[in-house]
């Protein structure tokens, strides 16, 4: 099946820093891959996601970047802002494409 | 808001009882997914139902089960509850690609 291993698991910036999480998986088929956000007392709400026929995306703040040889996606968050501060996952489906497989967590602090 | 509705949001109750948790997912979705987090744990994926059809399978234990009716709303019944059953339970929907998934907000069940 489907290993994804995310880090780091805690993650505490200060406002304004940058903030970098990684994932890896096993699934070389995999092509499809989310980043959730999951604020306190909610459920994880879809924040970016990257295909694998480009190397990098951005929204605003946040990117994605994917390198398929390696096997590895990261989430990049610029200019922190205190509401940033969440438990983000990383997803990759699994090889039959019927489920969604989630990276363990990170929680994210930034400090003001 | 994501458009998917859980209910209950809360649920107490005891050892060797049995619970149903709802869910109904965002308009036109045809697929419905059940996860488990626990305390300070990550997204541990149940079960998957596609227009009416068990379409994946994960660590869901034999006392769990779950359908999805012909309106595709989806209803997880835990059984035999145990301690360790205490936990969120999310629910999430998509379109079927097993791409963007819209969860809910969950269900906080704790067993006393």
């Known amino acids: 099946g489907e290993n994804v291993e995310q880090h780091p698991s805690t993650l505490s910036v200060q406002e304004g820093d940058s903030a970098v999480i990684k994932c890896t998986y096993s699934d070389s088929a995999s092509n499809y891959f989310p980043w959730y956000k999951q604020e306190l007392g909610k459920g994880p709400q879809l924040i970016i996601d990257i295909r694998s026929n480009v190397g990098e995306k951005k929204d605003q703040r946040i990117a994605v970047t994917l390198n398929k040889t390696a096997k590895h996606f990261s989430l990049h968050i610029t200019e922190t802002q205190p509401e940033d501060s969440a438990v983000y996952f990383c997803a990759v489906p699994r090889e039959n494409n019927n489920d969604m497989r989630f990276g363990a967590g990170t929680r994210l602090t930034v400090k003001p | 808001d994501s458009g998917v509705t859980q209910t209950p949001k809360h649920l107490i109750t005891a050892t060797g009882q049995r619970v149903t948790l709802r869910c109904s997912p965002r308009?036109?979705?045809?697929?419905v997914y059940w996860y488990q987090q626990s305390l300070d744990q990550g997204l541990q994926f149940l079960i998957q139902?596609?227009?009416?059809?068990?379409?994946a399978k994960g660590n869901i234990l034999e006392r769990f089960s779950a359908q999805q009716f012909p309106d595709l709303h989806s209803e997880l019944n835990l059984s035999s509850l145990e301690l360790g059953d205490s936990a969120l339970y999310f629910c999430?929907?998509?379109?079927?690609?097993?791409?963007?998934?819209?969860f809910g907000s969950g269900t906080q069940l704790s067993v006393l």
């Open positions: 308009s036109g979705d045809l697929s």
């Open positions: 999430a929907s998509s379109d079927g690609t097993n791409e963007k998934l819209f």
């Open positions: 139902y596609y227009n009416g059809e068990e379409r």
